[in-house]
Antibody, heavy 118, light 107 residues
């Protein structure tokens, strides 16, 4: 069974940095593209970016690429999202996703909440 | 970016009815279209990919259709467990973009 468990969220002050993790199990992590998607409190879905199975290539939403970095450690079956200079509009639930059927968002984790507030 | 316009925003239907949700892309996405179901308090689950292919384990009462810029999700014989929000997503081109969602309730 595909399992994706996110962690690292919480309350963070504007301008700070935060690193989210996603531990994968139930499949060979190094075989799959992975991505991050966030959902705002108003339920708007926003794709953040994805990373190739070997970590050699990434794609980002243009509005986020200067502040967010996606990386992975295949030896630890873990996906990361480094967020810097966070803003109130980054308040959202962040989901880790795995590829399936040609889409990098085929399977989703349970999500982790990030609240940006002073 | 490709804009996805989804309608309606909310929908109320009776058990056993058939409902349809529409999604329009701002340009041709060549069937690079997925539908997701998100039940209250849960994470999204992939229902349909490639516009009309059913994902593993998804009941056959769900179906997708469309081409070009116009796509739809149909749910036949509505069940109580279908109460959820539904999102479309294009993955034909980066950045991937989502529709605004449709909240489905039972009348």
């Amino acid at each position: 069974e595909v399992q994706l468990v996110e962690s690292g969220g919480g309350l963070v002050q504007p301008g700070a940095s935060l690193k989210l993790s996603c531990v994968a199990s139930g499949f060979t992590f190094s075989d799959y593209w992975m991505s991050w998607v966030r959902q705002t409190p108003g339920k708007t879905m926003e794709w953040i970016g994805d990373i190739k199975y070997d970590g050699s290539y990434t794609n980002y939403a243009p509005s986020l690429k200067n502040r967010f970095t996606i990386s992975r450690d295949n030896a630890k079956s873990t996906l990361y999202l480094q967020m810097s200079n966070v803003r109130s509009e980054d308040t959202a639930t962040y989901y880790c996703t795995r590829g399936s059927m040609g889409i990098t968002t085929g399977y989703w984790g349970q999500g982790v909440m990030v609240t940006v507030s002073s | 970016d490709i804009q996805m316009t989804q309608s309606p925003a909310s929908l109320s239907a009776s058990l056993g009815e058939t409902v349809t949700i529409e999604c329009r892309a701002s340009e041709d996405i060549y069937n690079g279209l997925a539908w997701y179901q998100q039940k209250p308090g849960k994470s999204p689950q992939l229902l349909i990919y490639n516009a009309n292919s059913l994902h593993t384990g998804v009941p056959s009462r769900f179906s997708g259709s469309g081409s070009g810029t116009q796509y739809s999700l149909k749910i036949n014989s509505l069940q109580s467990e279908d109460v959820a929000s539904y999102f479309c997503q294009q993955y034909y081109n980066y950045p991937l973009t989502f529709g605004s969602g449709t909240k489905l309730e039972i009348k």
